[in-house]
């Protein structure tokens, strides 16, 4: 069932996420229940856009503002850092090469745990040019949601027909 304007931002929310393969949708809930953890007070900004669903981390509705991001893509979800260019990321765990974001790639949410990311994450919150404000309260908005978008389940493998 698509999701409708008079539906909540958590009903919405979960109708995106089942478009997707459980595997990933497991490994983004818990991705984004942890960054709920380590950003508290931000206002996520979802997308359901062409390419990925995309949960933003900001201080407010601007999406200019965002300082991560959680990106759900067929086969695996990522990590961004809006600024990580400027991080120091003595681990190496950082790719990208644009002149602003980088990115880990989350197979195992396990990895938002690693002090190396933890670090990158407190690093990027303590630069940000507006700061999250901890004590505010959370909340979700459905930013947009394209009409078009690519398939949210990996193709399968077509079966080999016998001659």
Known sequence: MPATISDTPARQWAAFLSKYDPAIAAVATAAVARMRKYVPGAVELVYDNYNALVVGFGPSERASQAILSIAL????????FLQGARLSDPARLL??????VRHIV???VAILDAPA?????RQALATAPRPIDGRGRRRMVIRSVSARQRPRRPAR??????R
């Open 157 to 162: 493998a077509r079966a080999t027909r016998s």
């Open 95 to 100: 790719k990208g090469a644009g002149k602003r």
């Open 73 to 80: 893509y067929p086969r695996w979800v990522t990590l961004f």
């Open 117 to 121: 990311v933890r670090e990158m994450i």
């Open 106 to 108: 989350v197979s195992d």
